[in-house]
């Protein structure tokens, strides 16, 4: 199972590559990385 995040068609890419940038390194914080393993979602960055 995969998830994605959306923005709208036409966002600049720079906005892309700091939204990528926010989600990973939001993923790397322990509290995150335990509270989506509660759900069952292991985080891997891609």
């Known amino acids: 199972m995969g ?5 709208p068609t036409g966002t600049p890419s ?4 700091k939204l ?4 990973r390194e939001i993923v790397k914080q322990p509290d995150m990385i335990a509270r989506l393993n509660t759900l069952g979602i292991e985080p ?3």
């Not at 998830?3 to 923005?7: D, G, M, T």
């Not at 720079?14 to 590559?17: D, H, L, P, S, T």
């Open 44 to 46: 891997i960055g891609s």
């Open 3 to 7: 998830s994605a995040l959306f923005a």
């Open 20 to 23: 990528e940038q926010a989600v």
């Open 14 to 17: 720079g906005i892309m590559r």
